[in-house]
């Protein structure tokens, strides 16, 4: 695995713009600076192997790039579902943080598997 600087920096500052779209989304509301923050974590967490990293194997990139872009889908859909109504912290955390741990928990076994 290898990362490519100039598409591992498009991938970050896309991300980041996607999180003020959030922020912005919620703006008004209370804890529209987390949700913005938050936003951008995830997808930048996803967003990275997506388009900025590039892999020995073929098979092994196809897979985790279809895994990434996935959970990309997946956070989008549900931080901007937070970002429309009013977030209730609790929630928010322990929802992200679950998919987070679990998207960075395969995506490290799917990295760490030669049979692929």
């Known amino acids: 695995m290898k990362a490519n600087v100039f598409l591992t920096m498009i991938s970050v500052i896309l991300a980041l713009l996607i999180g003020f779209l959030a922020y912005t989304i ?3 509301k209370t804890n529209d600076s987390l949700c913005g923050v938050g936003t951008s974590l ?4 996803t967003l990275v192997p997506t388009i900025g990293l590039q892999y020995e194997s073929g098979r092994m990139g196809t897979n985790i790039r279809v895994y990434s872009a996935l959970f990309f889908i997946i956070f989008l859909i549900s931080n901007f579902c937070f970002a429309s109504f009013v977030i209730n912290v609790p ?3 322990i929802t992200n943080g679950i998919m ?3 998207f960075l928990a395969i995506f490290h076994k799917m990295q760490n598997n ?3």
Do not use: F, G, R
């Open 26 to 28: 919620a703006e008004d």
């Open 42 to 45: 995830c997808l930048i967490a």
């Open 91 to 93: 929630y928010y955390i």
């Open 100 to 102: 987070l741990v679990i």
């Open 114 to 116: 030669n049979s692929i």
